[in-house]
């Protein structure tokens, strides 16, 4: 009967239209957790069209330095990055965990005063939570939890780990981008030296197989620290290979998204071909909107907007005269994603416009 419960808990709330030449299938989903309240956790799911069970691919995000952005926080935030794992035959969900997005539930992962923190408090939270994920969707026809990963970035990446600390049956492999916690300003982490014994712990007890990339100017967790952290890691008993990644945009801690797939899915096949998982050959990308790049874009800028038309909804792209542009995608709102690329565009010129929303031209949809 519990099984029955779950299961009819997991409300589906909206599924895109499946057109029959739509490779993919999208849900919007409540995970049932006790301690989430009756809402759950929010989620979001995109697999292949396919009629058969889907290995699963757990996404998990970070957690904003400003303590007021987790309520904005959405699944669709994580729309390309999903879209590229369920490309190579992933079941991907994205959970929000508690105290983010739509999600129910206290916020859990707190890790007391800065300087003398316990880092491994958020790490159980963190891990209850992505367990409560797996345990529902194993129910599921269409996924199955053999063969299944767990992929991060920062915070998220850490909440991957702590999960292989004591892994749900069929966890195969685990994919760190950026993993820690405790970064409060550039270059400043809360207590350093219990994160690294944070790290220590975990491994005591980690065998399971994993891939950690952190980019060269990651303003969160620099390279020393990261090599710290792998270090302690792996000196404890986990299994994991460090790949130092070449420096990414403005902050390498932003290599997992949208603008970076093309860095980091070669060395996320390369990763899965080795562990025997997922598909050789990837499912074609969806099609994206036929919209010209402005023309005032350089190279730089015409490849943040093919970026941009590969994220997911709710998305907008702002540029100034002179070619300098921002873009943010993922929101609750197509309203909020104009203010929030207009605003991300005027840190860098003062006279920034929106070009698109969605996948129109700015002012011929909405």
Known sequence: MRGVAAAALMVLLAASPAAAADPFHREELRIPMAQAGPRGLEAMLIRPSGTRRYPLALLSHGAPRDAAVRERMTPNGFYAQAIEFARRGFAAVVVMRRGYGDSDGRYAESNGRCERRNYLASASASAADLRAAVDTLGRRTDVTTQGMIAVGISAGGYASIALSADPPPGLAAVINFAGGRGSRADGDVCDEEALVDAFAALGKTSRTPMLWVYAAND??????????????????????????????????????????VAVWTPMVDGFLREMNLGTRDPIAAPATAALPPPRQLREKGRAGFAAYLASGPHKAFAVSPRGQYAFRAGLRTPDQAEAAALGECAKHAPDCALYATGDELAGQGR
């Open 219 to 260: 303003r969160y967790f620099g390279p020393e620290l990261a090599r710290r952290m792998h270090a302690a890691f792996t000196s404890a008993g986990g299994r994991a290979r460090f790949i130092d990644a070449p420096a990414f945009g403005r902050d390498g801690h932003g290599l997992f998204s949208a603008s970076g």
